[in-house]
Each structure stands twice: as structure tokens, then as C-alpha cells.
């Protein structure tokens, strides 16, 4: 099979399998006081220490959750009843996390955040939390976070940064960045699904989704998913300490994407004129929809994805796709391919022939 869907979920590093089934042979609580509890805990505060030095914070900032999802659900229920602007591009994590108060801020053509109008929304009305993406899941296109940063803070306002798609693709640093809040997945980089966690900065405001229990500095209540958190740790560590490697996958993707806009010309890379992480690429063959598309390379075990969601077993067109000017039938026909950590050349060459005699078979 060649799995080219690493920003759906990624596949896990052997070290990371290997320290999570030692862990899951072992019995403890880390809340217990016993030694069971103290191993176990000690599992978890190594955890902390890796992750907290993968985006560069103190472990007391990191706050381990069951997944990204959660911990976006946790930041945004903080300022329930509160201004929230998020932009145009975020994951549904955030976009539809049920906040009725949630305003959104366009992107450009190229997907990148519109800070112009992003300052007018700022400067209209005090505002409690901003939500900026740092990699686009769907484009890869990196965004101008710092810059975001900046601006909210110059109008009173915290700023969340979702860097799900970002640690271990493109450089990462929390108290450099000086935003408030930031999140990650685990089954992004090479860790078990099932485990995120947020970091926060000091005295800025959480609260808790869970509530019952004083794990997680009473941030987050529920027994810990033990073996999960330490495969997180270790999978930051691994991913920002390989990080050229995967920037490498750049050749790649300029290869792809070279070979087929030059045999089909009317292909459009989304976002291809911006700077983008090096992994991935959104796809879009005008005519042909991407439910096709996936079905035909499905057949010859290849695997990658509509970035679309479907309702109803209707596709809808992507929200970001469309917040960047594509219409539904141009959003309809884009597949999001994504290399990881573990794709080959030969992956590569496999996928570029059967995308091209796909599309010349299909158009026929
Ligand atoms: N944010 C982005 C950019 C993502 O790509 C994803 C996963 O697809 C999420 C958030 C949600 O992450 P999780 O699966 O851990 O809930």
C-alpha cells in the first residue's frame, strides 16, 4: 500500500510503539502514591519534559489531553460568552466547536490569513481570543503567526495558535512566538491517536472541559492515558529532532507536482506561490471529482484524501478551499496528498505515474 495521508494521521516511529508497549505491560495509576503510582507518573512527567522542550516552554505549561479536538474545546469554552475571532482557514476543531460568538477572518487567494482585515476586526471591538492555524492541514501553507501574535496583543487580546500541523514539519517555538495558548496532536508526528495536549502561558485564564479529578494541575480531570502521554513525549522529541529530514520530502513534492501540471496543465496546486511545509500539497483537476479521484487510486492501493467533509454521504466542498476563492465544483475535484516521516521514493514515483494514467484514462 502507498500511504500518502500522513495528515490524516501519521504512522508511529517504532521507538514510540516500542516505549508504549512497555509502558501498557506495566500496572500503575499516576495518581496513586504507591511506586506503581510514582512510575507511572514518572512516565508522564518525562512526557511533559520532552514535549515542553519540543516547542520550548517549562513542563508546568504543558497540559496533556486526549486529543487535539479537546484541548481546542477547552480553550475556546474559557471565554464562553466572550468576542472569539478565528480564521477562515482553522479546523473544524475550532470552527465548529459550537461557539456561537465565534467571527471569522478571511484569507487571501493563496490561504494565508488576512491581517489587514484581522486588525480591522480588532481595532471594531475588544476581543478575548484569536485563533490563527500555523500550518494549513490541507495546503500546508505556512502561516504568518508572529505577525498575528503581535497584532492581537496590540489590541488586548490572547491568541490561540493551532500548530497540530506544524511541530516537527517547521520550527516551533512557544515563548518566542509569545503566543498565549497553542495545541498538538500526538498521531501528527509520529505518536499514538488518542493524545494531544495544549500549552499555555503563565496566569492566562483555563477552564477545564473535565472537571472531577486533580490530574493535569487540576486542569484537565480523568485518569491519564499513560502509555499515550509518553508516546507523545517521545514522538515531539523525535519529530523536532528530525525535522531535516522531513523538510527534505520538498524535492518530492516539487516533483510531483512539476510532473503532473506539466502533463495536465489545467492542475492547480492550492497555495503552491506561498511558503508551505514541505510534506504535502492540495490538488485540484478541474472536471474530475475528488471522490473519483480517491476511488480510482483506492483501486491501485493509494491511498490520500478529499479533504472535504461528507454529510450525509453528500461531499461537501472544503471550507477552507472555498474561504480561498475556489468554487464548490473546483473544491469538489482537489485531493490533498501527504507524505510522512516513513515515504520512499518509490512511493513518490508510484504515485505520479498513477495519478497521471488516471487522469488520462479518465479523461478519455
Ligand atoms: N487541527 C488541525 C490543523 C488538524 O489537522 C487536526 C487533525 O486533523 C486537528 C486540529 C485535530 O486533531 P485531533 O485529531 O488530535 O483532534
Known amino acids: ?68 479536538t479537546e484541548s481546542m474545546n477547552t480553550i475556546l469554552k474559557t471565554f464562553k460568552g466572550q468576542r472569539i475571532l478565528a480564521s477562515a482557514i482553522e479546523h473544524a476543531a475550532i470552527l465548529d466547536c459550537g461557539h456561537a460568538e465565534l467571527e471569522i477572518i478571511p484569507v487571501t487567494a493563496d490561504g494565508i490569513i488576512d491581517l489587514n482585515a484581522m486588525e480591522g476586526m480588532l481595532k471594531n471591538a475588544p476581543t478575548a481570543l484569536v485563533n490563527v492555524m500555523m500550518v494549513n492541514n490541507e495546503t500546508g501553507v505556512i502561516q504568518p503567526v508572529r505577525e498575528a501574535i503581535d497584532l492581537a496583543h496590540k489590541y488586548n487580546a490572547l491568541i490561540h495558535i493551532d500548530a497540530v500541523q506544524a511541530l516537527g514539519k517547521t520550527h516551533v517555538d512557544f515563548a518566542d512566538l509569545d503566543a498565549d495558548y497553542m495545541s498538538f496532536s500526538a498521531h501528527k508526528i509520529g505518536g499514538p491517536q488518542g493524545v494531544g495536549c495544549f500549552v499555555f502561558k503563565a496566569q492566562k485564564p483555563i477552564r477545564p472541559l473535565l472537571t472531577g479529578g486533580k490530574q493535569e494541575k487540576r486542569q484537565r480531570a480523568g485518569t491519564s492515558n499513560i502509555a499515550g502521554i509518553a508516546g507523545m513525549g517521545l514522538a515531539a522529541e523525535l519529530a523536532v529532532n528530525n525535522i531535516d529530514t522531513y523538510q527534505k520530502s520538498s524535492q518530492w513534492r516539487d516533483q510531483i507536482e512539476e510532473k503532473i501540471t506539466g502533463t495536465h496543465p489545467d492542475i492547480i496546486i492550492n497555495g503552491q506561490s506561498q511558503n508551505r511545509v514541505a510534506n504535502c500539497m492540495s490538488i485540484t483537476c478541474p472536471t474530475i471529482t475528488n471522490t473519483v479521484q480517491i476511488m480510482n487510486l483506492d483501486l491501485n492501493n493509494i491511498c490520500v484524501s478529499a479533504g472535504s467533509a461528507c454529510s450525509s454521504g453528500v461531499a461537501k466542498p472544503s471550507h477552507a478551499l472555498t474561504a480561498m476563492g475556489l468554487n464548490d465544483d473546483d473544491a469538489l475535484s482537489t485531493i490533498r496528498v501527504s507524505m510522512g516521516w516513513n515515504t520512499t521514493k518509490d512511493d513518490v514515483d508510484n504515485f505520479i505515474e498513477n495519478y497521471i494514467a488516471m487522469i488520462n484514462r479518465l479523461r478519455k
Do not use: W
Open 1 to 68: 500500500m502507498i500511504y500518502l495521508d500522513h495528515n490524516a494521521t501519521t504512522t508511529i516511529r517504532p521507538q514510540v510503539i516500542d516505549l508504549v508497549t512497555k509502558i501498557m505491560n506495566e500496572t500503575g495509576n499516576g495518581s496513586s502514591t504507591h511506586a506503581a503510582g510514582r512510575h507511572a507518573s514518572m512516565h508522564i512527567e518525562r512526557a511533559r519534559e520532552q514535549m515542553a522542550k519540543a516547542v520550548n516552554t517549562r513542563p508546568a505549561q504543558v497540559i496533556f489531553t486526549s486529543c487535539a
